[in-house]
C-alpha cells in the first residue's frame, strides 16, 4: 500500500526517483500560517522538489496544520535564463472555446503552465482582463478598477500593474466612434465591440439582439455590412465590428462596401512594449507589503497566484488545492502571506476555484500532465494561461530516471521498469532500452531485460546504468506472504461491463505489495465473464448472473464475488403496514395510511391506501406514507417500482425520498403526474452518486399548484427494487491463506533479581471510571489490580477510555478508584505525556474526539518530538482508538508513516496500543504492532501481557478471573 505522501506525490511522478529530488520534513514547528481571523499552527509538513527544466524547479509542499491540510504547488522560474520564455497560452479554436491548461501547454510545447484570467462563464466565453501573446494585443483590458495584470515586457522584464485603454474607430469622414471591447462579448446595448480571428473563425452573430449590425473589415477595407444575421466568418487579416441600437444606425451611416476604415487601440502601459500579458484580480503583494485589497473573494478556495522577485528576475507560479479533504484551500491574505515567505515581492491573484490548475513536464517526460487536485474532479475549460517555455536545444544524455509503478515487490513477484534520460538542461532525452544495463543490490534477485525477478526478502536498490550515467532506485522485497486481497472485494457490473481487480499480498511483518496481474493465475467461477491479466469483463449472454474471480498466488487465493445485470425484487406487498404510519404537510393537512381492500384485484386482496386532502389550503401540500427509521435497500438499487391505483386525479406528483450512508437526500420521481385510472407501474432512478446503503423513508402525494387542490385517495401493492443479484457468499471458502504464529506470541521468564534487564507490564483496555461506578466494572477493575501484584509486573497501562465520563478527570480517577494499585497506573489523559523505561519509551495520546487533532492538536507536536528525543528506543504508543477508527483517514495514514519511517530508520520495536474494542487484537502493519484490548465493560475481560528483555517486546493474551 502507499503511504500518505506516496499517494499524494504518485499523481505527478510515480515511485519514480529523480535526480535532485529532495524530501525535508519538518517536525516539531509552531509556524503561524496567515488567515483573516485566526492562525493555524503547523503540525506537519513535508516537501518534494524537482527541476522542470534549466532555470525551472517544481516544488510540493503538503501542510498538516490545526486547520486541517494544505497541499501547494510552486513553480519557481528564473526568467533571467536566456533559454526561459513566458507567454500566454490560448485555445486553438480561439477565446470564445476554452480548453483545458494542460491541453493548451502540451500543444504549443510549454514546460509547466497555470490558468490565467478570471471569465466570463455564460455562452460566450471571454477574459475579463486583457490578453497579449506574443506582442499581440488579443484582447482588450477590463474598465473596472479594481482588478490588476501581469505582464512580461518583450526585453523579459515582468511587472504587476492596472491598466488603463481606450479603443476608437476613424471613419472615411475623419470622424471617431469608441470601440467599446476587443474580442469580449461584454459592453451595454449601445456598444461597439470588435472581434479578429483571436475570437474564433466567426462573429457572434445576431442572438435575438435589435437592430443589430455587424461589419466586416478585411485589411483595413470595409467588405460587408450585415443586419441581423447569423455569424460571419472573420478574415485572417481583418476584423468584425458588432454593434446594436444607436451604435448600430452610426455603423451603417458612417461605412459602407470599400471604404477604409482605420483602428486606434491605446493602453497604459503601452501594450506596443508588452511580449505577454494575462489579467487577474486584487493585488496580493505591492513592493514587499500586503494591501487592503481592492479584489477579494472571501473565504478559503482553491487558488492561483503569480509572485515576482525585488530584481525582476523570479517568478512564483503558485497553485494551491481546496475543496478536497486533503486541502482547505486559502484566502488572499493567507496566500498573500506563502508568496511573502518565497520572496515574491509583488504578486497577483489570478482565477481560482474549479478553473486552478498547474500542469508540469515530469522529468525525463515529453508532456506535461495536470499535478493539482482539481476541485471538481475534471480539469476546466478555461480562456488563457500563462505558459513557461524552455527553448535551449536538446543536449547529450546527462541523467537517467527509473520509473516504476511501486516500490515493494512480493516475493517470488515480477516487476517491469522503465528508464527515462534528460540532458544537462532537464530535457527529455530518448533512451534505448537496449543500453541499459540493469542490477539490483544484496542478491534480491535477478533481472531479465527491464523485469526484476524477487527471489529473496530484504532492501537494496535497483541501478539502472547507460555507460558512466547510472541512476538507483530503493526497493523492497518483502517476507513470506500470509495472505492475499482482492481490491474490490466485490463487484456489480452490467452485462459486457468491464473493471480492474487489484491484488495484494501481505507478508508476516505486515507490509504489502501489489501482486503484478501476469504472475497471478485468475479463474472465473461461473457462467459470468472472462478475466485477463487482472481485468474482469462480464458476459453479454445473461441478464442477471453471479459468481466469483479467484487469484491464486503461490499458496495464497482470494476472491472477488460477482454480481452482473439487475433483478427485480419485492420488498413491501403493504400485507402488513406496521412500522409505516402517515404524515402531512402542513400538519393541518388531512392524510391517512392503512391496509385496505383492492380497489380492483391486482395481486392481492388486501393493499395500502394513502388518503390526502389538498383543499383546505392553496400553498404548497404533501401526503406521505412514512417508513419508521427508513427501509434498507438491497445494496446496489438502481430503481424503485411501484404498482399505483389512480383515481382519475388532478395531477398531482407522486415522489418518493431516499437517504444514503452518508445523510444526503434523493428525491426520486415515480409519477409527475397522477392522472390514470386503475393500476398502472411506475418507477424511479435512483442517483448514481449515492452512497450505499440507502434507506428508503418515504413514499408520497404533492401538489404545488392552488388550481389543482383536492381530495381522494390512490392505492400501493407491489413495491420492488431494481437490484444487482444477491453475491454468492459461497465462493468465499475458497479463500486460501497461510498460518502464521507470531513468534512474540510466547512465554518468557523474567529474573526477578536486580541484574535482571527485563520487565514486564499490563495492557489493559477502557475502565470506564465514574464518581458512581459500576460494581461490575470495578470488580473486573480490582481483578486487574490483582494480576500485578506479581513481583515480576512493573506497572500498569490503560488504554481506551479511563473515565466514562467528563464528572472526573483522569489523574482524580487514578487517586480514588486505583489507589489500590499496588504498582504505578499509568492512563490516557486529557494531556500528553511519556514515561522511560530503561530503553524504552511510552507515549501517553488522546485521541477519544476522532483522532489526534480533533481531540488536542498540539499533541502532534508533542509525538514528533518525543520520537526525535527517544534516538532509536522502542515506542510504546498508548491512546483511545485504534488507527482505523480516526475521523480523518489521512491522519490515520500520516501516523502510521510516521512510526513505520521511525521503526525503519532506528530498527526498534514500535507498538500502537489502543481500547475501544470487543476482543483482543495484534496485528502488524508496515512493521509496526498495533494491539486492542477491551476494558471492564466485558463480561469475561482480558489483558495482555508484556514482557520486555534485552529490549525485546513479547506477549500473552490472559484472562482474568475476578
Known amino acids: 500500500m502507499y503511504t500518505l505522501i506516496q499517494l499524494l506525490h504518485r499523481k505527478f511522478i510515480g515511485f519514480w526517483i529523480p535526480f535532485l529530488l529532495t524530501a525535508i520534513l519538518i517536525l516539531n514547528i509552531i509556524v503561524p500560517t496567515a488567515e483573516a481571523e485566526k492562525t493555524d499552527t503547523l503540525l506537519y509538513e513535508e516537501r518534494y522538489s524537482e527541476h522542470v527544466s534549466k532555470g525551472v524547479d517544481y516544488e510540493r509542499i503538503i501542510k498538516y496544520t490545526t486547520g486541517g491540510w494544505l497541499t501547494i504547488h510552486l513553480l519557481t522560474v528564473d526568467i533571467s535564463d536566456r533559454n526561459i520564455e513566458i507567454n500566454t497560452l490560448l485555445p486553438e479554436k480561439g477565446l470564445s472555446f476554452p480548453e483545458p491548461i494542460s491541453k493548451m501547454a502540451l500543444r504549443e510545447g510549454a514546460v509547466s503552465a497555470i490558468n490565467g484570467d478570471f471569465f466570463n462563464m455564460g455562452n460566450d466565453t471571454y477574459t475579463i482582463g486583457p490578453v497579449i501573446k506574443s506582442g499581440e494585443l488579443i484582447s482588450s483590458p477590463t474598465y473596472r478598477n479594481d482588478m490588476a495584470v501581469f505582464s512580461i515586457t518583450r526585453d523579459k522584464v515582468p511587472f504587476i500593474e492596472k491598466w488603463l485603454w481606450k479603443g476608437n474607430l476613424v471613419f472615411p469622414d475623419g470622424t471617431r466612434a469608441s470601440i467599446n471591447a476587443v474580442n469580449k462579448s461584454a459592453g451595454n446595448a449601445e456598444s461597439i465591440l470588435m472581434y479578429t480571428r483571436y475570437w474564433s473563425e466567426h462573429s457572434p ?81 505591492k513592493d514587499g507589503k500586503i494591501p487592503d485589497f481592492e479584489h477579494n473573494i472571501t473565504g478559503r478556495h482553491p487558488r492561483t497566484a503569480i509572485g515576482i522577485s525585488r530584481d525582476q528576475e523570479t517568478m512564483f507560479l503558485v497553485v494551491v488545492e481546496g475543496r478536497h479533504p486533503l486541502s482547505t484551500g486559502m484566502d488572499q491574505k493567507e496566500l498573500a502571506e506563502f508568496l511573502l515567505s518565497v520572496g515574491a515581492y509583488n504578486a497577483l491573484n489570478l482565477d481560482g476555484g474549479g478553473s486552478s490548475v498547474m500542469a508540469v513536464r515530469p522529468l525525463g517526460e515529453n508532456e506535461v500532465t495536470p499535478i493539482s487536485t482539481i476541485a471538481n474532479g475534471f480539469e476546466r475549460r478555461v480562456p488563457n494561461g500563462i505558459g513557461i517555455f524552455y527553448t535551449g536545444k536538446t543536449d547529450k544524455l546527462k541523467g537517467l530516471r527509473i520509473k516504476a509503478p511501486v516500490s515493494k515487490i512480493p516475493l517470488g513477484g515480477t516487476l517491469e521498469f522503465e528508464v527515462l534520460g534528460y540532458d544537462r538542461n532537464y530535457n527529455p532525452v530518448a533512451v534505448d532500452p537496449k543500453k541499459v544495463t540493469w542490477s539490483v543490490s544484496n542478491n534480491l534477485g535477478k533481472f531479465k531485460g527491464s523485469t526484476f525477478h524477487a527471489q529473496k526478502s530484504g532492501r537494496g536498490y535497483i541501478t539502472a546504468r547507460i555507460g558512466r550515467i547510472k541512476e538507483e532506485l530503493p526497493i523492497h522485497v518483502l517476507e513470506e506472504g500470509i495472505r492475499i486481497e482482492l481490491h474490490p472485494s466485490r463487484i456489480t457490473l452490467e452485462p459486457g461491463q468491464a473493471r480492474d481487480i487489484t491484488a495484494y499480498i501481505e507478508d508476516t511483518e505486515g507490509y504489502r505489495a501489489v501482486l503484478n496481474p501476469a504472475d497471478v493465475e485468475w479463474e472465473v467461477m461461473g457462467d459470468i465473464g472472462t478475466v485477463e491479466d487482472g481485468r474482469f469483463t462480464a458476459s453479454s449472454s445473461s441478464p442477471s448472473a453471479t459468481g466469483a474471480v479467484i487469484a491464486r498466488y503461490e499458496n495464497l487465493s482470494a476472491v472477488c464475488l460477482i454480481s452482473i445485470g439487475k433483478t427485480e425484487r419485492l420488498i413491501e406487498d403493504f400485507q402488513d403496514i406496521t412500522g409505516m404510519k402517515a404524515l402531512a404537510y402542513p400538519q393541518d393537512v388531512g392524510a391517512n395510511f392503512e391496509i385496505s381492500p383492492s380497489p380492483e384485484l391486482l395481486f392481492s386482496q388486501k393493499v395500502g391506501k394513502l388518503e390526502y386532502n389538498f383543499s383546505g389550503s392553496s400553498s404548497p401540500q404533501a401526503s406521505y406514507a412514512v417508513f419508521e427509521g427508513g427501509r434498507e435497500l438491497p445494496e446496489g438499487t438502481k430503481k424503485l417500482g411501484l404498482w399505483v391505483f389512480g383515481n382519475g386525479g388532478n395531477n398531482h406528483w407522486l415522489r418518493a425520498l431516499v437517504t444514503d450512508s452518508s445523510g444526503k437526500d434523493a428525491y426520486i420521481t415515480l409519477a409527475r403526474n397522477v392522472n390514470w385510472c386503475g393500476w398502472r407501474k411506475v418507477e424511479g432512478e435512483i442517483p448514481d452518486d449515492l452512497i450505499q446503503p440507502i434507506k428508503l423513508r418515504r413514499i408520497y402525494l404533492a401538489e404545488t399548484e392552488m388550481d389543482k387542490m383536492d381530495s381522494g385517495a390512490i392505492y400501493f401493492e407491489g413495491l420492488t427494487v431494481f437490484s444487482p443479484p444477491d453475491f454468492d457468499y459461497s465462493f468465499l471458502s475458497m479463500v486460501s491463506e497461510k498460518e502464521y504464529f507470531d513468534p512474540k506470541n510466547t512465554e518468557v521468564e523474567l529474573k526477578t533479581n536486580k541484574k535482571s534487564k527485563g520487565f514486564q507490564f499490563i495492557l489493559f483496555g477502557d475502565a470506564l471510571i465514574a464518581r458512581d461506578y459500576n460494581p461490575v466494572y470495578y470488580e473486573h477493575l480490582s481483578a486487574v489490580v490483582d494480576v500485578s501484584r506479581k513481583s515480576s509486573i512493573d506497572f500498569i497501562l490503560f488504554s481506551g477510555n479511563f473515565t466514562g465520563n467528563s464528572e472526573i478527570t483522569p489523574w482524580e480517577a487514578s487517586r480514588t478508584w486505583l489507589s489500590i494499585s499496588p504498582k504505578p497506573v499509568y492512563p490516557v489523559g486529557d494531556q500528553p505525556y511519556s514515561q522511560e523505561k530503561g530503553k524504552n519509551r511510552f507515549i501517553f495520546l488522546d485521541s477519544s474526539r476522532g483522532g489526534l487533532r480533533p481531540t488536542n492538536p498540539e499533541q502532534w507536536i508533542f509525538l514528533q518530538k518525543e520520537l526525535r528525543d527517544a534516538g532509536g528506543d522502542n515506542i510504546f504508543i498508548i491512546t483511545n482508538l485504534s488507527p482505523e477508527n480516526f475521523s480523518d483517514k489521512y491522519e490515520k495514514q500520516l501516523l502510521e508513516d510516521i512510526l513505520t519511517k521511525y521503526r525503519e530508520e532506528h530498527d526498534a520495536e514500535v507498538w500502537f496500543f489502543y481500547g475501544n474494542v470487543d476482543e ?40 482474568i478471573t475476578p
Open 205 to 285: 452573430g445576431c442572438t435575438n439582439k435589435t437592430e443589430y449590425v455587424e461589419v466586416v473589415v478585411e485589411g483595413n477595407k470595409v467588405v460587408e455590412i450585415r443586419e441581423g444575421l447569423p455569424p460571419a466568418a472573420i478574415p485572417e487579416n481583418g476584423y468584425v465590428l458588432a454593434a446594436c441600437g444607436m451604435r448600430s444606425t452610426l455603423l451603417k451611416d458612417k461605412l459602407k462596401p470599400g471604404d477604409t476604415l482605420e483602428v486606434e487601440l491605446s493602453t497604459l502601459p503601452d501594450w506596443r512594449e508588452i511580449y505577454a500579458a494575462v489579467g487577474g484580480g486584487g493585488i496580493l503583494i
Open 920 to 959: 483482543p487484537e495484534i496485528y502488524r502493519r508496515n512493521g509496526v504492532y498495533y494491539a486492542g484490548v477491551p476494558g471492564v465493560s466485558k463480561d469475561a475481560p482480558q489483558y495482555i501481557l508484556f514482557t520486555v528483555k534485552d529490549n525485546k517486546v513479547t506477549y500473552q493474551i490472559e484472562s
